[in-house]
């Protein structure tokens, strides 16, 4: 026999157990926060590698050495949609943006045009002693640090130069401007992402 009120009973008794799940869960992401960085650096990584027309398929990024508030990320580029496309600026933080290159020198519009499912760098090769095609430097720092004339000052995380605790490197609303070569057109449009550019930094 049911009696009245026992479906309620129930109902509650499982919202109790429901929400305790979620307590424990909240509890134990705040002991281990490095667990919830991990998601959302994964969060971050995915998002960017399907983005379009301008995905990033891979990022890393270590302090550079000779002045501990810059930055030098390596950032492999792909044309992911189906027009030719060149960038000209690179945009992060309250709309801060670059279009020049630091390292290389000239503009980014100069070295990045990129035919669809073409790949492009940023970042030096040989700093991350790797055989990158592309030595084109872009550096991001925080406004607060940076001394740098050149490079994207919107970090609002840069990598340490601490071997035990490198760091995050964190760009809010980082994205590009580029243009577009439609059917004998040209036109300008902005690519920013929802999702912060986020990457767990690499030793010095």
């Known amino acids: 026999m049911r009696f009245v009120g026992q479906g309620a009973t129930e109902y509650l008794v499982l919202l109790a157990v429901v929400l305790i799940i979620a307590l424990v869960s909240v509890a134990l992401l705040g002991f ?3 667990m919830a960085s991990d998601a959302q650096v994964t969060e971050s990584r995915m998002y960017w590698q399907s983005a379009s027309p301008i995905a990033i398929m891979e990022v890393v990024s270590k302090v550079y050495a000779p002045n501990n508030a810059l930055n030098l990320p390596y950032i492999r580029l792909r044309n992911t949609g189906t027009y030719p496309i060149r960038i000209t600026k690179a945009i992060g933080g309250n709309a801060k943006e670059t279009s020049t290159l630091c390292g290389v020198g000239g503009n980014i519009s100069d070295h990045f045009y990129m035919a669809p499912g073409e790949e492009a760098e940023f970042g030096y090769a040989s700093y991350y002693g790797g055989g990158a ?8 720092y925080l ?17 340490q130069n601490s071997t035990s605790s490198p760091g995050m490197l964190i760009v809010p609303s980082f994205g590009f401007e580029y243009i577009m070569y439609l059917e004998g057109q040209q036109i300008t449009k902005r690519e920013v992402g929802i999702k912060p550019l986020m990457v767990k930094c690499l030793a010095p």
Do not use: R, V, Y
């Open 32 to 34: 281990f926060p490095e």
């Open 133 to 140: 095609s592309g030595n084109h430097g872009i550096d991001i």
């Open 143 to 159: 406004d607060a640090t940076g001394t740098a004339t050149c490079g994207l000052k919107a970090a609002s995380s840069i990598c």
